[in-house]
T-cell receptor, first 113, second 113 residues
Framework: AQTVTQSQPEMSVQEAETVTLSCTYD???????LFWYKQPPSRQMILVIR??????QNATENRFSVNFQKAAKSFSLKISDSQLGDAAMYFC??????????FGKGTRLSVIA | NAGVTQTPKFQVLKTGQSMTLQCAQD?????MSWYRQDPGMGLRLIHY???????DQGEVPNGYNVSRSTTEDFPLRLLSAAPSQTSVYFC????????????FGSGTRLTVV
C-alpha cells in the first residue's frame, strides 16, 4: 500500500519564528507529485505548495518552502516568519502515478502570539 | 465563480436512510474524487473517476456508490446510512490528476443518528 506518514500530530511555533513539518512517503513510482495542503478552521482545503519528483530544486512559495529528499522519500514543509493566520491543519499528500491524492493524517499547527 | 460546488453543507440522517451528496465542477476537469475526513485519520479516498463513464473504488468504498454521466457532476450516494458514516465529505477535481493538484469543494458535514 502506498502511504504518507506525518509523524507530528501537533506542532506549535512562536509568531515570526520558523517551523518545519515532517512528511515521509512510500512509493514504487519513479515519477510523482507531492503537495502540502492547509486546512484552516473553515475546513476549506488550500493548496500551499507542490513539488514534482523529477525536479531536484526545492519548491518555494513566499514564506513556504520544502525540503525534498527523493532518495529518503522525505518532503518536509518549512514555514518562515510564522503568522497567526498560519494556524491550521497541514496535510502532506502525493499522487503516485495516475491515481488520486494520497494523504497523510495531518499535523495541527498552533501559532503563539 | 469557477470551482467545485458541494451540496448540502450540512446534513443529518437517520440510520437506514439514503441520500446523495452532490458535487459539480465547472473547470472541465477530467479527474474527480470523493474523500471522507475523520479525526486523526486524514482524508481517505472513497471513489474516484478519471472521466465520464469511468469510476473506480478507493480505500473505503463500502456503503457508497458513484456514477459519472457527465464531466461536470460526480454524485456520491449513501445507500443505507450508518453511524460509522458520520464524517466530513470532500469532493475534489483535477485536470488529469497530476502536477496541477486538486481543487476541493467546501465539504459536507454528515451526521448519522
Amino acid at each position: 500500500a502506498q502511504t504518507v506518514t506525518q509523524s507530528q500530530p501537533e506542532m506549535s511555533v512562536q509568531e515570526a519564528e520558523t517551523v518545519t513539518l515532517s512528511c515521509t512517503y512510500d512509493t514504487s513510482e519513479s515519477d510523482y507529485y507531492l503537495f502540502w495542503y492547509k486546512q484552516p478552521p473553515s475546513r476549506q482545503m488550500i493548496l500551499v505548495i507542490r513539488q514534482e519528483a523529477y525536479k531536484q530544486q526545492n519548491a518555494t512559495e513566499n514564506r513556504f518552502s520544502v525540503n525534498f529528499q527523493k532518495a529518503a522519500k522525505s518532503f518536509s514543509l518549512k514555514i518562515s516568519d510564522s503568522q497567526l493566520g498560519d494556524a491550521a491543519m497541514y496535510f502532506c499528500a502525493y499522487i503516485p502515478g495516475n491515481t488520486p491524492l494520497v494523504f497523510g493524517k495531518g499535523t495541527r499547527l498552533s501559532v503563539i502570539a | 465563480n469557477a470551482g467545485v460546488t458541494q451540496t448540502p453543507k450540512f446534513q443529518v440522517l437517520k440510520t437506514g436512510q439514503s441520500m446523495t451528496l452532490q458535487c459539480a465542477q465547472d473547470m472541465n476537469h477530467e479527474y474527480m474524487s470523493w474523500y471522507r475526513q475523520d479525526p486523526g485519520m486524514g482524508l481517505r479516498l472513497i471513489h474516484y473517476s478519471v472521466g465520464a463513464g469511468i469510476t473506480d473504488q478507493g480505500e473505503v468504498p463500502n456503503g457508497y456508490n458513484v456514477s459519472r454521466s457527465t464531466t461536470e457532476d460526480f454524485p456520491l450516494r449513501l445507500l443505507s446510512a450508518a453511524p460509522s458514516q458520520t464524517s466530513v465529505y470532500f469532493c475534489a477535481s483535477s485536470y488529469r490528476g497530476t502536477n496541477y493538484g486538486y481543487t476541493f469543494g467546501s465539504g459536507t458535514r454528515l451526521t448519522v443518528v
